[in-house]
């Protein structure tokens, strides 16, 4: 899946760097710089495309400094506490949304619009909502880098010849053929047990089941009516009902062990992001041959804008050349070739709309096509709600998800508390 970096791609890389240092370098500043990274992308596919971005920055003069943290969970709270400590790294991966929204505010992230501006970011970003994502009081502090969406679901095609039954098409189709896996030994549904993991596809049973309008009203005007209605019940009756379809091993399983579930042909589906993408493709598993992809479940043709975006903390030392090395990588990243390149690793969609992606398999083909019609593409929730408030949806659903003796009505009555009180 990833195109290794070859003569025309490294000459290409070349020209964004030289592009972006002589917008730098009139500043006065220049000259190799390390760069402590920090990010969660630790699975193979997401090593891959990180490999990609390392690639890049190393070939422009300046030193990559890796500084992975496994976990979203666990990297999220060490980076935005290493800033707001003044101990910062010099760029740092985040979701493109509201996680350093208190970081930015205070004044701790390098401004990019004077970068942005001169190479145009906002005539070629697309959706546009993703600049918006990194824009505070009209000045933008981040660069958005890619775009996923969890509305997604991966099957495996030899797990379903194997029981006898058709690959899925839908939800309701998935149900049917649970039990035929079954009985053939194959785990119906791959899950971790990881809280964002559950909640997340609390948000894909939303647009699957209650429909776009439902999502939009709980994740756009955070409406406790919503949140308390009857397409909001079959939410939580679909979580519940997941739970027969899980194995007994599901607590505590990262994301991407659970998609080797579904490549090995040990589960038959996962619910999860496109970033799944990458471990299929690491696995040298092609889209349309060794597994199907269904967005919005088969639904709806959906997706939302989660996704990555790099922010610079302001240095605290060598600051005129640090920043300059800032600038000249958040140029690097969204540059076309690396756009292209990094994407592809990743399994996610540009978040340009004026590259060739020819090279895109089927289901980032679906996922472009959903992209060109502003309808079907949902806010994530990660541009709704604060952490905090993500932490308050993600315990609920683990909670319930774990404790079938928590009512569906109970765990409802929470969920309308934390929507009623989101900011
Ligand atoms: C998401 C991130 C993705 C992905 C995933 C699992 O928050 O946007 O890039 O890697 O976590 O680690």
Redesign the pocket.
Known sequence: MASPLGGIEMFNIKTAAVAAAALVASAGVAGAEKIEVTH????GG?AAAVGVFADAVNASGHEWVDGAIA??GNARPVILSRIAGGDPMGAT?L??GRDAEDLVQAGLMTDLTDLAEAEGWADFIRPSKLLDSCTYEGRIYCVPV?I?SFQWMWLNRGAYATAGVAVPTNWSEFEAAAPALRDAGITPLAVGGEA?QISGMSGVFQVALGGLDLYRAINVDKSPEAAASADMTKVFEAIAAARSMVDDGYVGRA??DATAMVITGKAGAQIM?D?AQ?EFGVAGQTAGDEYDCLPGLGVYPVLDT???AFYFPKPTKNADAMTAAQLEMASLLVSKQVQVDFNLA?G?LPIRGDIDLSAANDCMQKGLAILENPDNVLPSS?QAFTGDTQGQFEDLWVSFFNDPSISVEDAQARYVEIVASAD
């Open positions: 969660w992308w630790t699975s997401e976990g979203g991966q979701n493109t890619n996923h964002w994301w991407n992001g970033w990458g989660g996704g990555d990743k996610s990660e």
